[in-house]
């Protein structure tokens, strides 16, 4: 059913973007996310055969450590890894948001520019504007 309603709006480009809430689960195993995740993409791919799809990466996540510092999450370069791989595996183009923000440290340096938010994890508006209109 889902895919008949895709295929009725016609699409020029599906776009999915995943890994923010996954970002909470600093235990991700990568063999099951991507064993989650890759029958989906191959799903949308086979019900929009036709229809280019990008996946998009999360956006670097800081916390604190225990010096007071603030630092990546390392599960987010881990989701990108596997969303990289799984865009692959599917035909589709990938977009690395943790590398177009600057990689390792990017949202504690966004956050310090008033780019990232106080949770560490959204784009504020300027980080946002930064984003849709700028581009990075």
Known sequence: HWYAQLRQRDPA????????NEGEAADLGTKNYREDLLPVVRGLRAGL??????????MDRADTNDKGELVSRPVVQRISDVQRRV???AGCA???????????GS????????LGGGDMT????????RIGVQGF
């Open 87 to 89: 865009a692959y595996m």
């Open 49 to 58: 055969p036709d229809v280019p799809c990008l996946l998009v990466g999360p």
């Open 107 to 114: 949202m504690a340096r966004w956050y310090k520019n008033h």
């Open 94 to 104: 990938f977009f690395d948001t943790f590398k177009a923000m600057g990689g390792e």
């Open 122 to 129: 959204h784009p504020t508006r300027q980080g946002a504007d």
């Open 13 to 20: 480009l599906v776009v999915l973007h995943y890994g923010t």
